[in-house]
């Protein structure tokens, strides 16, 4: 039982290109989100989804699209690198509300 | 708009000695859940305990506790015989029933556990 695995855990980015961030969690959790973490800001939610097929908005979800094609996998694609997206990124899944999130490793992200 | 408040950035607290961390929150909902995140230096998330807004009874796990004050909406994070393993950043964090995916973090709270 692996929980929710991230990858990758480091990458640098030049300004304009794009990547997707992978997540993914064997666990059979409907929910899933993905929060950016910046100092200062807590982390903060940028898209989440209830289950497959359905995601929806956080906080600060411009520059970056996800999907959920199946109940395990949450990518998060970032279009067009900026500087402002330097961040640490950490994706999470849960069973239901009474329970905790479950979070992954983290992914350091420099935008450069 | 749903928000979480931890209003004191940094604190430090002799190791065997009690702490407490203050959060805040603000919703019009009446049925919630609250939580307590630990992240220690080495980045990992750590659930560390856990209140259903409509138990009345403060959940406790070993030597963390809170005191949940729903009318006052406070939730504040108890650590007894606190140890040098207890340095971390802490968050307070609460999702709403019917909202299963929007856990609302605070800005954290930076303890660190002094010998």
């Known amino acids: 039982n692996a929980g929710v695995t991230q990858t990758p855990k480091f990458q640098v980015l030049k300004t304009g290109q794009s990547m997707t961030l992978q997540c993914a969690q064997d666990?059979?959790?409907?929910?899933m989100s993905w929060y950016r973490q910046d100092p200062g800001m807590g982390l903060r939610l940028i898209h989440y989804?209830?289950?497959?097929?359905?995601?929806d908005q956080g906080e600060v979800p411009n520059g970056y699209n996800v999907s959920r094609s199946t109940t395990e996998d949450f990518p998060l694609r970032l279009l067009s690198a900026a500087p402002s997206q330097t961040s640490v990124y950490f994706c999470?899944?849960?069973?239901?509300?009474?329970?905790?999130?479950?979070f992954g490793s983290g992914t350091r992200l420099t935008v450069v | 708009a749903q928000t979480v408040t931890q209003s004191q950035p940094e604190m430090s607290v002799q190791e065997a000695e009690t702490v407490t961390l203050s959060c805040t929150y603000d919703?019009?909902?009446?049925?919630?859940?609250l939580f307590w995140y630990k992240q220690p230096p080495s980045r990992q998330m750590i659930l560390v305990i856990r209140?259903?807004?409509?138990?009345?009874q403060n959940a406790t796990e070993n030597r963390f506790s809170v005191n949940f004050q729903k009318a006052a909406k406070s939730f504040s994070l108890k650590i007894s015989d606190s140890q040098l393993g207890d340095t971390a950043m802490y968050f307070c964090?609460?999702?709403?029933?019917?909202?299963?995916?929007?856990?609302?973090f605070g800005q954290g709270t930076e303890l660190s556990v002094k010998p």
């Open positions: 999470a899944s849960r069973k239901d509300s009474l329970y905790g999130y479950t």
């Open positions: 666990m059979n959790h409907e929910y």
């Open positions: 989804s209830v289950g497959a097929g359905i995601t």
């Open positions: 919703t019009s909902e009446n049925n919630y859940y």
């Open positions: 209140q259903e807004a409509y138990k009345q």
């Open positions: 964090a609460f999702v709403v029933y019917n909202q299963g995916g929007k856990l609302i």
